[in-house]
């Protein structure tokens, strides 16, 4: 367990052995504290009298706790510094805030069921530090650090907008889920929430125990001092990386983790023997499963830039799995499965998302996909992400992580056992069923999971599941036979396919080469206000881990929220943003059309080539409209504009294929705007009255064409 009880509950990250790296990473200087604890204690902030020694100890075991949480000791968050928590930075005042912002991070967390109020803090803080309260008070909760997950007491503590938005969440992970609970209180936490969650949820805690022993092709025993010794080399050669890097500066984002590993390996000539080279594949199995990435792959720079933020705690499985937070998660949110997305449409005037033969409209949408379908691009935006996004997308490696699961009518592994290797004969196959997880201490049954990484996993997707399954078996009767132990056939047994899941591509996110953790910003970033972003691949901290998913959809509740108070205060700023921008481009547009025959033009995304893809079709009429009844918000239009006594543009979203059908119609213009007035689906409108839609095609049409050029040109 972590501070005050909380625990880093096991996620995609590997365990133990492979965290080692980051042992270092939670040291903090020790004079240090005793410098800040100095400075604070100058005039103590508490009410109650309490000796010097009681007070040192107090404020160093809050400031331990603020640190667990991913606060320096003695300096502002960035966030806070821009949230203008205090007037002055480096003075006295920011000493005294830190100490304030500590207490009442290590009051919520002393106890996690009950809602924190300000009230309950100036119990306990002089009066004289009241404007520090609320400034650490305000900023905590709003941006997602105290007050959150599942209690009773927090149902009267639900926060009301006068207006409330509509917000569309796609994907209903831990991201999306957490988001959408907060879009009601916006609370949370940043260290991890999981554990929390637990807590307060009566959640059993299994710690997963160090003791992982390891076994060779031939299923004998590794030798201790040998596993020792291959352990110390692979760490120092880390730590070589690292002081390369710094050599290296920018350069090494271009190279490979694996190359600067094998290089290091082959100039310092370690692991040579047999064994030991096995031993020392072994971890860099164990390391791309860390990454879901083969080391060829990773960015040697920057792989680990989010060492700093590791949480600190034992790793630990939920007692019943991980579906029960999500379980409890769901509750009260309005769900709707099976809907798969095709396309997003966003605009000045909300957003429409568009699932099979199903239209949502909302003002704003949320999209925690994961990074796999983002690079599949099976979700259309329109308009198109900007290219920055784009880039970033396509940096930020996404890789892979299978399974085999296998449920047996008993435990021959042994009780005292959560986790034990098997190496591998050649370094190609080095990942292949490394490393197996033993459930039944959280599952209820004899569950043994059977992990697949790097290049072996890739090769996995494409295996027969059957010889998946046999290979699995041959390694644990290898292992057990010896010791004459029989290894039964499981009763059950499944492998996962994550790289060819549509609904996933792959498994969690990674640093490629030419990468950096600064791609995991841009991906964060919302789109004009109406299209937000989260999922494990949207946080720099905490990448690739289910808490940093949770943690991301915290943060996107806290930006929407903004957003919509932004949106209600500055409403015509808002509106008339772009609408001169878009009416400039949409004449652009038709000043070289797709397709013309009288007095329609119609224009068309160059991209798309299917018959039923939409385009904008202009009609220009005389001083009257030729008798074609329209609706009478048109006319209000034309009124304001002062367009009546001049040729009119009027404006509708078709089809490629109704514009061809409308071509074909026999006679004249009125004839062609009778067939108009007899499909409902086809309104004619002044450009300003084309909504979401209308808007959207403007800007998707227009950056298609920048993209590939104009079109041919069809006349009628």
Request: aromatic share 8%.
């Amino acid at each position: 367990m972590g501070e005050n009880g909380d625990a880093s509950v096991s996620g995609n990250q590997g365990f133990k052995r492979s965290l080692r790296r980051k042992a270092s990473s939670r040291n903090y200087d020790e004079k240090l504290m005793d410098d800040m604890i100095e400075k604070h204690l100058g005039a103590s902030l508490r009410k109650k009298n309490r000796t010097q020694k009681d007070l040192e100890k107090e404020t160093e075991t809050e400031a331990m706790i603020a640190l667990s949480l991913g606060f320096p000791i003695d300096e502002l968050l960035d966030e806070e510094i821009k949230a203008g928590v205090v007037r002055e930075l480096g003075g006295k005042e920011q000493n005294d805030y830190i100490v304030v912002r500590n207490h009442i991070l290590a009051k919520w967390r002393d106890n996690v069921q009950s809602w924190l109020s300000k009230g309950n803090i100036k119990e306990t803080v002089s009066n004289d530090y009241a404007h520090l309260i609320d400034a650490a008070y305000d900023f905590l909760l709003n941006n997602g650090y105290i007050n959150f997950g599942f209690s009773q007491s927090f149902d009267s503590q639900i926060f009301e907008e006068t207006t409330e938005a509509s917000v569309i969440i796609i994907g209903a992970g831990l991201a999306g889920l957490a988001a959408a609970r907060q879009l009601s209180v916006i609370t949370g936490i940043h260290a991890n929430p999981l554990g929390v969650l637990a807590r307060q949820l009566s959640i059993p805690l299994h710690k997963i125990r160090d003791n992982c022993p390891l076994y060779k092709p031939d299923g004998t025993p590794v030798n201790k001092e040998i596993d020792t010794n291959v352990e110390l080399i692979f760490n120092k050669l880390l730590a070589k990386v690292t002081q390369l890097r710094q050599l290296m500066g920018g350069f090494a984002g271009n190279i490979s983790l694996g190359t600067v590993l094998e290089t290091l390996r082959q100039l310092y000539a370690v692991a040579r023997s047999n064994e030991e080279r096995q031993l020392l594949n072994w971890h860099f199995a164990n390391l791309e499963f860390s990454n879901a990435g083969s080391l060829s792959n990773l960015s040697a720079a920057y792989w680990d830039q989010d060492d700093p933020y590791e949480m600190g705690g034992d790793h630990c499985f939920l007692a019943g799995g991980n579906w029960r937070l999500i379980k409890a998660l769901c509750k009260g949110v309005p769900i709707l499965y099976g809907k798969t997305v095709q396309t997003i449409r966003y605009g000045n005037e909300g957003v429409e998302v568009i699932a099979g033969n199903q239209v949502f409209q909302g003002d704003m949408v949320l999209c925690t996909v994961p990074l796999g379908v983002l690079k599949r691009k099976t979700i259309r935006f329109e308009p198109e992400l900007p290219e920055r996004k784009l880039a970033a997308i396509e940096r930020l490696g996404f890789g892979l992580l299978n399974k085999v699961a296998m449920v047996f009518p008993h435990n021959f592994w042994g009780e005292d056992l959560d986790t034990f290797g098997s190496l591998s004969e050649s370094s190609c196959q080095r990942g292949e069923f490394f490393l197996f997880y033993s459930y039944h201490t959280v599952s209820g049954a004899p569950v043994l999971v059977a992990l697949v990484a790097g290049e072996a996993a890739q090769r996995f997707e494409n295996t027969d599941p059957v010889s998946s399954l046999h290979h699995v078996l041959s390694i644990l009767r290898g292992i057990y036979g010896p010791k004459g132990i029989h290894v039964p056939n499981p009763l059950q047994s499944i492998c996962t396919r994550w790289g060819t899941d549509p609904l996933s591509y792959g498994s969690y996110s990674h640093i490629r080469v030419q990468s950096s953790g600064h791609d995991y910003d841009i991906l964060a970033e919302s789109v004009e206000g109406r299209l937000f972003f989260g999922g494990e691949a949207t946080t720099r901290q905490y990448p690739a881990t289910m808490h940093g998913a949770y943690l991301s959809g915290l943060r996107e509740a806290s930006r929407i929220l903004q957003a919509t108070r932004d949106r209600q205060n500055y409403p015509r700023k808002c509106i008339q943003k772009n609408l001169g921008q878009n009416n400039d481009t949409l004449l652009d547009l038709f000043k070289k059309p797709d397709l013309i025959f009288g007095e329609f033009c119609f224009v068309f995304d160059p991209l798309s080539g299917d018959p039923k893809s939409l385009g904008l079709m202009q009609v220009t009429l005389g001083t009257c409209c030729n008798g074609y009844s329209s609706d009478d918000y048109i006319w209000k239009e034309i009124s304001s504009q002062h367009l009546i006594n001049q040729p009119l543009q009027l404006y509708s979203v078709i089809s490629h294929e109704q514009a061809l059908q409308l071509q074909q119609v026999n006679g004249g213009s009125e004839d062609k705007l009778s067939f108009l007035s007899q499909n409902p689906g086809l309104k004619l409108m002044g450009p300003n009255a084309l909504g979401v839609l209308g808007n959207s095609l403007i800007s998707n049409i227009a950056s298609s064409r920048r993209s590939r050029g104009r079109p041919r040109v069809l006349a009628g």
